[in-house]
C-alpha cells in the first residue's frame, strides 16, 4: 500500500468515526434489560463504547476487573469510550531522518495523543448490517498494541468496517469486536503495551493477586463476549483473539494463561510483530513499585497499594510518568512488562512453552523484517564497540545477570558490519550512527523474532500453525519494513485481510491468495512472505539468523527478561 493511499484511509476512517458520535438512531441491540443504540453505516452496523467491566476507579483502581451489572435502560453506542491513561513520552524524530520516514511515523500516528480516562473499560463491535441474534456468525476480538504504555480501540487505523466490509464481500461474513484495556500510562506506537494502572509489578501485587491487571482486562472482555455477542449476531464458540505489538504479546500470553486452559473463551488466535515476552517473576518490578510508592507519599503506608488506590488520580499519574518508556534510552528493555504472577502466568513464558503448558488452538504468528529500527532512534549517542557492549549488559538487559564472557558473544553474533544489520538488505547504507543498524538487528531479533520462532519451533508438531513475514516498505529510509507496517496489509484492505477472514471463518488461513501458505512445521518452517513490487507474495524459509536467534532464546531462559 502506497502512503497516500493511507492518507486517504484515515481521513475516511476519520469522517466515518465524526458520523458515529452525530447519528441520533440507528440499529439496536438488546442487553439485558437495556438497550444500545448503534450507527449504520452502508452494509455495516457499529455500536461503540459498550462498558464490559465495571469502572476500575476509586477502590477498584489496582484491582481485579469486575463484572458489569446487567444493563438497564437506554444508551447510545456511537462514540468511543475514552483511552485508558497513557504514559507521556514520544519518538525522538532524530537530525537526519528523511522526511519520508517522519511522514510514516506521522501518519502511522505513533506520536498521537489520546485523550484518557481511568473509566475506560469499554467494547465496541461491528456488524454485518444483516446479522441477526441467529447469525451465529465467526468474531474477531482486535488487541491494539503500544508497548503497555499506550493505545487505544479509537485510532482511526482500527477501522473495524474495514474487516467486516471485505467479510461480507468474500461471502464469509465476521463479526468484529475491539477493547480498551488498562496499560502502564507511556506514550505509545503501535507496539508493545505497559502501565502502571496495569502492570504494576511487586512483591505486594503478588501477594494481593492483581497482577498484569491489563491482560486480566482483556479475558473479562473475552467473557463479556461469551456472554452477549450473540445478541450482535456472533457466535460465541468461534472467537479468535488477534492482535499487534503489545496487543500480539498479550494474545500470546492468553495462550499461556490459566495453566494454558483458555475457558472456552477463543478458538484460535492471530499475532502480529509479537508472540510473547521471555520475562520473569513480577517482583522484578520492585524497584519502580518502590520509587512510585515514594514518589506518591504512600511510603509510610502499612498497606501501600490501598494507599495508591486512594491517591487522586493525578498525583499517581504523575508519578508513573516519571517511569522510561519504549521509546526512551532503554528502549525495548519495558519498565511494566507482563510478568509471571504465579496466577494468570505461573512461570516464565519460554518455559510455559516448553513444557507444553498452552491452549491448543490454531494460530498465525509472524513479524516485520525490520521491527527493531523504531526503537533504535533513542540509542544513536551509542557510537563505539564498548559503548555498544555496555548498553546492551547495563541499560537493554540491565539487572537479569548476563555476564561479560555473554556478553562478547552476543557482540560476536551481533557485528558492528553495517551490511548485518537492520534494515536488513541495505548494505552499508540507512546508518544514522555508527552502532544503529546493529542495535536494530539485536532489538528486533531479541523482542520478535526470537520468542516467534522459539513459540513456532515449539509447537510446530503439536498444534496447526502459520507463519508470516512482513518485507513491504523496505525502501523507506533508515526505517525499512519497521514495526506497525504490517498493519497496513490488513486494516488498509490488503491480501493479509482475505487471509485473516478466512482463517477466522474456517482457521485456515488458504482461498483466497494466489500463494498457498503452508503450515509451519519443523521439517519445512515456511513463512508466507509479503513483498514489494510485482510479485506481492512469496514463500521463503524460517532460517535467517540461527545462530544469533538461537543464542538469544538460550539467553532469556537462563535470564529471564
Not at 1 to 30: N, R, Y
Not at 63 to 75: A, D, F, I, M, Q
Not at 194 to 223: I, W
Request: some cysteine; hydrophobic content about 40%; aromatic content about 10%.
Amino acid at each position: 500500500m502506497k502512503i497516500k493511499h493511507f492518507f486517504v484511509f484515515s481521513l475516511t476512517a476519520l469522517a466515518k468515526s465524526v458520523a458515529f458520535g452525530a447519528a441520533l438512531a440507528g440499529p439496536s441491540v438488546k442487553l439485558d434489560s437495556g438497550t444500545f443504540t448503534g450507527t449504520s453505516l452502508g452494509t455495516v452496523s457499529q455500536f461503540l463504547g459498550i462498558p464490559y467491566a465495571q469502572p476500575p476507579v476509586g477502590d477498584l483502581r489496582l484491582r481485579l476487573p469486575v463484572e458489569n451489572l446487567p444493563y438497564n435502560g437506554t444508551h447510545l453506542a456511537t462514540a468511543f469510550g475514552p483511552a485508558c491513561p497513557q504514559q507521556n513520552i514520544g519518538l525522538p524524530l532524530p537530525a537526519g531522518l528523511p522526511s519520508e520516514a517522519i511522514d510514516m511515523i506521522t501518519n502511522l500516528g505513533i506520536n498521537a495523543i489520546f485523550p484518557f480516562s481511568e473509566d475506560c473499560l469499554t467494547i465496541n463491535v461491528v456488524t454485518p448490517a444483516t446479522a441477526t441474534s441467529r447469525s451465529k456468525l465467526p468474531v474477531v476480538l482486535w488487541i491494539y498494541g503500544g508497548g503497555f504504555e499506550k493505545g487505544t480501540s479509537s485510532f482511526p487505523l482500527y477501522d473495524g468496517s474495514v474487516i467486516v466490509e471485505r467479510s461480507i464481500l468474500l461471502g464469509m461474513p465476521v463479526v468484529y469486536a475491539s477493547i480498551n484495556y488498562r496499560q502502564v500510562v507511556i506514550a505509545f506506537i503501535y507496539s508493545v503495551l505497559v502501565t502502571g494502572f496495569g502492570f504494576l509489578a511487586s512483591k505486594e501485587v503478588k501477594a494481593a493477586g492483581v497482577g498484569n491487571l491489563g491482560l486480566q482486562d482483556q479475558r473479562q472482555a473475552m467473557r463479556w463476549l461469551q456472554k452477549y455477542i450473540g445478541a450482535f449476531g456472533g457466535d460465541p464458540t468461534k472467537v479468535t483473539i488477534w492482535g499487534e505489538s503489545a496487543g500480539a504479546i498479550s494474545v500470546g500470553l492468553h495462550l499461556l494463561a490459566n495453566n494454558g486452559n483458555n475457558e472456552g473463551l477463543f478458538r484460535a488466535a492471530v499475532m502480529e510483530s509479537g508472540s510473547f515476552l521471555a520475562v520473569g517473576d513480577i517482583t522484578e518490578g520492585q524497584d519502580l513499585y518502590d520509587t512510585i510508592v515514594a514518589e506518591t507519599g504512600c511510603t509510610g503506608s502499612a498497606d501501600t497499594l490501598q494507599c495508591l488506590r486512594e491517591l487522586p488520580f493525578d498525583v499517581f499519574k504523575a508519578a508513573i510518568d516519571k517511569s522510561p518508556g519504549i521509546f526512551d534510552f532503554q528502549s525495548l528493555n519495558l519498565a511494566w512488562p507482563p510478568r509471571a504472577d504465579g496466577i494468570f502466568l505461573t512461570d516464565n513464558p519460554q518455559r510455559l512453552v516448553q513444557q507444553g503448558i498452552i491452549s491448543n488452538v490454531p494460530f498465525i504468528s509472524g513479524d516485520c523484517d525490520d521491527e527493531g529500527t523504531l526503537f533504535s532512534l533513542s540509542t544513536l549517542n551509542v557510537t563505539t564497540e564498548a559503548e555498544f557492549q555496555d548498553y546492551v549488559q547495563n541499560t537493554l538487559l540491565r539487572g537479569i545477570g548476563v555476564t561479560d564472557a555473554e556478553i562478547a558473544q552476543l557482540a560476536t553474533l551481533y557485528p558492528s558490519d553495517l551490511t548485518q544489520g537492520s534494515p536488513y538488505d541495505t548494505g552499508v547504507t540507512d546508518a544514522l550512527s555508527p552502532q544503529y543498524k546493529r542495535l536494530a538487528s539485536l532489538q528486533g531479533d531479541l523482542t520478535f523474532q526470537a520468542p516467534r520462532r522459539f513459540l513456532l519451533q515449539n509447537r510446530a508438531a503439536k498444534q496447526t500453525i502459520f507463519a508470516f513475514l512482513s518485507k513491504r516498505f523496505k525502501t523507506l529510509p533508515i526505517l525499512g519494513a519497521m514495526h506497525v507496517t504490517d498493519l497496513l496489509n490488513v486494516y488498509g484492505g490488503e491480501e493479509l485481510t482475505n487471509y485473516l477472514v478466512r482463517f477466522v471463518t474456517t482457521l485456515n488461513p488458504n482461498g483466497f491468495g494466489n500463494v498457498l501458505w503452508p503450515q509451519y512445521t519443523t521439517k519445512s518452517p515456511q513463512m508466507l512472505t509479503f513483498l514489494d513490487g510485482t510479485i506481492p507474495t512469496t514463500l521463503t524459509t524460517d532460517d535467517f539468523r540461527q545462530s544469533q536467534i538461537a543464542f538469544l532464546n538460550n539467553l532469556t531462559l537462563a535470564h529471564p527478561l
